[in-house]
């Protein structure tokens, strides 16, 4: 198969329409058998219900190409289980697990020309995402939804790859206790646009939420949840039933402990006890671990060791690791990789 002649080394984080997408709707109580299409755009009626009332989710992970020239996908069967929380939450018939698993390899296999090559930085982003479609106007769940997959290929996330960057506490809350935050919802997005907006315009690259009960606990950021690192090289996350549970933080979290014979803890993290971190970054599908050299609270910095020319080294450890596994040059643990090709 040959590859689209693309510009694979300087892509940004955006998108770009490939061949094929995945669709399967839910009518009448059941899933349809779904199929690859070519048309990326969807006709519905100006009173669906993901119009009116956001009832919507989604997923992201990637594909890459492996040294040895396969393509694989990390971990889709942890997206597939995150997408049937995120449905069940916003009362919507889960996509069957088994289903998605097949409906990412379909997808990516259908736009294998734009995986890019190994080596190159860029990855091939995988949207799932499903939403209420049939006409709704009482507040109530929709009847029928439409569940799609597709690609893109996409470059790092923050414009400088591997520079660290700087962010501020934001004044705005992300999630509330018992609402949406440890799901994959739109609406949790669209709420988080005037806060970032706010948070570039001020020079700051991303927002660092805290708990929105207490706001003394670090709770993550708009895309992305925090890994720590202390001056004794522990690996600390935030725990917390308002965050996303991030599938790259659990993916290094293991590697941490069992590649690196690093101690890890998952724990209240506030804000207070920031300032003694010797590491900071963000973790996820898109921002892989994106090292962060300042914290801003209001005017008050916290500069990290690690400094801002390039990441600390046991994120750095971690990266390395961790893109490893992905790219197929450090055996990965049981199940993490799905080949495709
Ligand atoms: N937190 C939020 C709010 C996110 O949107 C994401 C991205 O998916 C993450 C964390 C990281 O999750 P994952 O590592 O599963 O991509
Ligand atoms: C991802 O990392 O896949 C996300 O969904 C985060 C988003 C901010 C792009």
Redesign the pocket.
């Known amino acids: 198969m040959e590859k689209k002649n693309l510009d694979w080394e300087n892509m940004g984080?955006s998108y770009m329409q490939t061949d094929k997408r995945y669709v399967a709707n839910y009518k009448d109580g059941k899933w349809d058998d779904g199929a690859l299409i070519d048309d990326a755009n969807i006709v519905m009626n100006e009173c669906a219900g993901v119009l009116q009332y956001s009832q919507s989710v989604?997923?992201?992970?990637?594909a890459y190409t492996t040294e040895d020239g396969h393509i694989v996908t990390f971990r889709p069967d942890l997206n597939a289980s995150r997408m049937v929380d995120s449905a069940k939450r916003l009362e919507m018939p889960p996509f069957p697990e088994e289903r998605f698993v097949d409906a990412v390899a379909q997808v990516v296999k259908a736009n294998a020309a734009y995986v890019p090559p190994y080596g190159s930085g860029a990855t091939l982003?995988i949207?799932p995402y499903m939403f209420g479609i049939n006409p709704v106007i009482g507040v109530k769940p929709a009847d029928e939804y439409q569940f799609r997959i597709f690609t893109t290929p996409v470059g790092p996330?923050f414009k400088g790859g591997a520079k660290p960057i700087t962010i501020c506490v934001s004044d705005f809350d992300r999630a509330a206790p018992h609402g949406t935050g440890h799901i994959?919802a739109g609406l949790n997005?669209a709420m988080s646009l005037h806060a970032i907006v706010t948070a570039h315009a001020n020079g700051f690259d991303e927002n660092m939420y805290l708990d929105s009960a207490t706001r003394t606990k670090v709770e993550e950021t708009?895309?992305?949840n925090f890994i720590f690192v202390t001056k004794d090289n522990k690996v600390v996350t935030p725990h917390s039933s308002t965050i996303l549970p991030?599938i790259?933080r659990r993916s290094i979290m293991y590697v941490a402990e069992h590649y690196l014979g690093l101690e890890v803890e998952e724990r209240d993290v506030y804000f207070d006890e920031v300032k003694d971190f010797a590491e900071c970054g963000l973790c996820?599908?898109?921002?892989v671990i994106s090292p962060v050299g300042k914290v801003v609270d209001h005017g008050k910095e916290i500069c990290f060791p690690s400094g801002m020319e390039k990441m600390g080294p046991v994120t750095q450890k971690l990266y390395d690791t961790l893109t490893g596994i992905q790219m197929g040059h450090i055996e990965a643990p049981e199940g993490w990789i799905k080949v495709i090709e």
């Open positions: 984080f989604f997923e992201g992970l990637k982003y949207r996330y994959k997005y708009g895309g992305a991030s790259t996820g599908t898109a921002a």
